[in-house]
């Protein structure tokens, strides 16, 4: 390591030596032709008085010259990579020279040619400008004649003619570690269309991909519009993904802002990018403002969702960042994450269950969090089904023990992540969720001081257990990829998005709200399976078939995100909506919390008819019949 340290800063020196050796040629050249080309280039016409003057004042001008030239960094450039901010350092480095030519010129008493001044000065300047620029000039032109030449260089189309498209095309041709050959630019832009950028034509919009792909061979497509709306990008990338080429994309509209587009940031299209949604809007400064300063606990913090709010939470500088989590390894990744990217974070991480009274007790009283968020909770349907008294145990009484504690211990607001599995639920886990959504509105009833609130959005993309990561496996090993409906469909988020909003919500929330996430368009299961077939290179039914299974007990082939009494209320975010509170008898219902309370811990095989006692959109099947409140009241 220590050769290699020492060579690095040796090579530079040696190469920007031997760049001001030429700088000193290019100025004693430049000044000798002004004075050539002052007397017609005639040598015997030039007086000896002038020969001497130029010979007397070079060791100034080249001196002065490679200073100046070096405190402007024009020695510490990348040839290859030169810009239009080195242009502007080398316009700077001559301004400065003009000024110490001048006082050079009063100091030494030089009496020479007004036109020797001028010729030189602008010679000089446009020589030793040419000779960076024209490195990278020569060097484009043969990358591109070498390109057109080598059949085996990977040919590939941008999509975007704007200044990502032409950043990342400049990036293309300076690099050595792409062995491509960008052969053209799509763009919707008239304006644009059937010109040339960097060299390459741009040769239609959208509707022109599939022909374009077949005219120039394309093995790669790159998509570099960050700022497209959701729609725009999802109808671009699907056309694209049925050319069966390749495709990547350069990094989102943020990155961009922040100066990273570069090569090693593209990355392959994934299935997100073809749902197309536009960006989820939030006001940052609203939920920073909000966590700022506060002590903050979220359940579940391990958690997919959890994780993603400790991630967004820690950027919003809080006092006091409390992790409470079950499963220690989930609990020890995230905190690893934050130590190594937030060193400065106080933060504490807790193993416990919230079905723990004394443990949840104890950690409220210790830390006095001001907010909670309550990610906890035992989400797989198909599990639950089979497990019913555990889902009861963990997301109902958890939750309500959790909010119990939080109520006595000072907390400002309490945060319930819910899901629209909760809405009309067909399953023990909904069901369990509408519970939660229940214990939250009656304590916020019962509590003076503190706002209890729910988030409803359904499921989110990428998530521990959903579908696309099983898809993916599924495609790996070859097949088949199985789906339960040909018809069903869902909502689907990405985990940033729905974190986002739900810290948007909870700065709206004033007590006893259940907020309902904009989730955009449903998705049918069955199309995003094939998008992911054709993403991985392959084809539905042919190299990889799809198997049809039949939902799973308590599976709809749709979700709801509003149950029928529910109202809506608008915020001032248009994707974040209010469901108006139900109203219930409270001690009624806290007497049947008690009694699921006694009958989970006995392991009663009667928890479904029970829950649909206290939940009557609940609807399950148990014993091939439908149980619902009638039912329960008719045994």
Request: some cysteine; overall charge neutral.
């Amino acid at each position: 390591m220590k050769e290699n340290n020492e060579t690095k800063p040796s090579k530079w020196l040696y190469q920007a030596a031997l760049v001001a050796c030429g700088d000193a040629l290019i100025v004693a050249f430049s000044y000798f032709m002004a004075l050539f080309l002052r007397f017609d280039f005639m040598w015997s016409s030039i007086p000896k008085e002038y020969l001497k003057g130029y010979l007397w004042s070079m060791p100034f001008w080249i001196v002065a010259t490679i200073v100046v030239f070096y405190g402007c960094r024009l020695y510490h450039g990348i040839w290859r990579l030169m810009s239009v901010s080195d242009a502007w350092r080398m316009v700077k480095a001559y301004v400065i020279l003009a000024f110490l030519y001048a006082v050079g010129m009063v100091f030494m008493c030089l009496h020479m040619p007004r036109s020797y001044y001028i010729v030189g000065y602008l010679l000089s300047f446009g020589l030793t400008a040419g000779m960076r620029f024209s490195y990278r000039m020569f060097r484009a032109y043969l990358h591109g004649v070498e390109e057109r030449e080598d059949e085996t260089a990977e040919k590939v189309m941008i999509i975007g003619a704007g200044r990502t498209g032409q950043t990342l095309m400049k990036e293309l041709l300076s690099t050595d570690k792409m062995h491509v050959n960008v052969k053209c630019f799509i763009d919707d832009n008239p304006e644009k269309q059937h010109r040339v950028l960097e060299g390459v034509p741009v040769e239609g919009n959208r509707y022109d991909i599939e022909e374009m792909v077949k005219k120039y061979h394309i093995d790669t497509i790159i998509y570099a519009i960050p700022s497209a709306s959701g729609k725009d990008r999802r109808e671009i990338l699907n056309i694209c993904k049925d050319t069966g080429c390749k495709l990547r994309t350069v990094p989102a509209l943020y990155q961009l802002m922040s100066g990273e587009v570069r090569v090693s940031k593209l990355r392959d299209v994934e299935i997100t990018d073809l749902l197309g949604r536009d960006q989820i809007q939030v006001n940052n400064e609203e939920i920073f403002a909000f966590i700022k300063g506060k002590v903050v606990l979220v359940t579940g913090g391990g958690g997919s969702i959890g994780s993603e709010l400790c991630r967004q939470i820690a950027n919003a500088d809080p006092k006091e960042l409390i992790i409470f989590e079950i499963y220690e390894n989930n609990a020890y990744e995230i905190q690893q994450e934050l130590k190594r990217k937030m060193p400065d974070l106080k933060l504490t991480v807790l193993i416990g269950s919230v079905r723990n009274t004394n443990r949840i007790n104890w950690v409220m009283e210790t830390y006095k969090p001001d907010l909670v968020f309550h990610a906890a909770a035992h989400k797989h349907v198909p599990l639950m089904e089979d497990s019913p008294n555990e889902a009861i145990k963990n997301n109902v009484l958890g939750t309500y023990k959790t909010a119990k504690a939080a109520a006595a211990n000072g907390v400002k607001k309490f945060v319930l992540i819910s899901t629209d599995k909760a809405v009309n639920p067909t399953n023990i886990m909904g069901a369990s969720k509408r519970l939660c959504e229940m214990v939250v509105q009656m304590m916020n009833r019962k509590s003076e001081n503190t706002d209890f609130v729910a988030v409803r959005f359904g499921n989110v993309l990428g998530s521990n257990g959903s579908v696309i990561p099983l898809f993916k496996k599924q495609i790996a090993a070859g097949g088949p990829v199985t789906v339960t409906d040909k018809n069903i469909i869902r909502y689907f988020m990405t985990i940033p998005e729905a974190v986002s909003l739900v810290l948007q919500a909870s700065y709206y929330a004033k007590g006893g709200e259940i907020f309902v996430l904009d989730m955009g368009e449903p998705v049918r299961i069955d199309d995003m399976a094939r998008n992911l077939i054709r993403l991985s290179g392959l084809t539905p039914d042919v190299d990889i078939m799809i198997k049809y299974t039949g939902l799973r007990p308590g599976e709809k082939l749709y979700e709801e995100l509003l149950m029928d009494e529910e109202g809506l209320q608008e915020t001032e975010n248009a994707l974040i909506h209010i469901g108006k509170p139900i109203q219930m008898d409270d001690v009624w219902f806290e007497e049947k919390l008690h009694e699921l309370d006694e009958l989970s811990k006995h392991e009663t095989s009667d928890m479904k008819r029970i829950v649909a006692e206290i939940v009557p959109t609940y609807r399950c099947r148990e014993n091939n019949r439908n149980i619902t409140t009638e039912n329960v009241s008719k045994n």
